[in-house]
């Protein structure tokens, strides 16, 4: 019995310390900062509707990995300025809103 109990012990804390992607941040601040920075860009790429580019059939950015690659890639590309923690706000707001990658 007490091994068992170890063993659940150690999965609960093994389970706890593995943070959701992008914990470090605020979707508040993200969603500024999105709208400030791509929403006129995407809406460009899609013809008014910005958000398309998110939720389409094929969209390219399957892991939060990628989702964070793409998002350093654009803040480079756009010359938009924003930090390494700017970008983590930026995701914790897409994730939040359209990728929901655990």
Not at 59 to 67: E, F, G, S, V
Request: hydrophobic residues 40%.
């Amino acid at each position: 019995m007490k091994t068992l109990t170890i063993l659940f012990a150690a999965a609960m804390l093994s389970t706890a310390t593995q943070a959701a992607p992008f914990a470090k941040g605020d979707p508040g601040i993200g969603k500024t900062l999105h709208d400030k920075a791509c929403t006129s860009c995407h809406a460009g790429m899609f013809g008014g509707d910005g958000s398309r580019i998110y939720t389409r059939a094929d969209r390219k950015t399957r892991t939060a990995q990628q989702l964070a690659a793409r998002i350093a890639g654009c803040n480079a590309n756009t010359g938009a300025g924003w930090f390494p923690e700017d970008e983590a706000h930026v995701a914790a707001w897409l994730n939040q809103q359209y990728y929901k990658f655990k």
